[in-house]
């Protein structure tokens, strides 16, 4: 059973607009959160990370939200470029265990 | 500094053969995992290390072999290869074992068996 999902597979954005990638969790055990971008041909790099006893965590253009009574995080990217088009990784974990689950990824377009 | 690495990027097997896939990190790093990722179904992990000399299980485990003698070297064996191992294998690494800690990856090795 999915406890990490992403259920869009895939996702396409005008240039220069916001971009949400969405992720649901099943497990409310959970407390830390991650999002991992991917190009082609490379390892899954950390992008931006958010831990349960917050609601928001904002880095650049990057902006986590979480939202714990639905069980559902998103990752906005305002404005959005290309060199954005990759794939995300949403991750949860829980600190009294050492392993991440991953979601199966969401590739981002952006178009020109 | 160069962060995970992992050789070979690229590898052909034939059913039945075994191999060794490398991994190695700079950073002094107590922890270390192996990941598959396939089409459709994310980042899976195989085998991970809280430190030298400790390895324990992932949720796909089954034909695949660890060790973990230095804190910089984590290699993966494939003791005979199977069709269903076809795959890119990503290395990663963090500080320690608490998982509120971003993980390094590898750039990867894909695999294919024939």
């Known amino acids: 059973d999915q406890q990490v999902k992403q259920n869009s597979p895939s996702l396409s954005v005008q240039e220069g607009r916001i971009s949400i990638l969405n992720c649901d969790y099943t497990?409310?055990?959970?407390?830390?959160f991650l999002w991992y971008k991917k190009y082609p041909a490379e390892g899954p790099t950390f992008l931006i990370s958010i831990s349960s006893i917050k609601d928001k965590n904002e880095d650049g253009r990057f902006t986590v939200f979480l939202n714990k009574s639905a069980k559902h995080l998103s990752l906005h990217i305002v404005p959005s470029q290309p060199g954005d088009s990759a794939v995300y990784f949403c991750a949860a974990s829980w600190n009294r265990d050492d392993k991440i689950i991953f979601g199966k990824g969401t590739r981002l377009h952006i178009l020109p | 500094n160069a962060g995970v690495t992992q050789t070979p990027k690229f590898q052909v097997l034939k059913t039945g053969q075994s191999m060794t896939l490398q991994c190695a990190q700079d950073m002094n790093h107590e922890y270390m995992s192996w990941y598959r990722q396939d089409p459709g179904m994310g980042l899976r992990l195989i085998h991970y290390?809280?430190?030298?000399?400790?390895?324990d299980q992932g949720e796909v485990p089954n034909g695949y072999n660890v060790s973990r003698s230095t804190t910089e070297d984590f290699p993966l064996r494939l003791l005979s290869a199977a069709p269903s191992q076809t795959s890119v294998y990503f290395c990663?690494?963090?500080?320690?074992?608490?998982?509120?800690?971003?993980?390094?990856f590898g750039d990867g090795t894909r695999l294919s068996i024939l």
């Open positions: 290390s809280v430190g030298a000399g400790i390895t």
């Open positions: 990663a690494s963090r500080r320690s074992f608490y998982s509120n800690q971003p993980q390094h």
């Open positions: 497990n409310s055990m959970f407390d830390y």
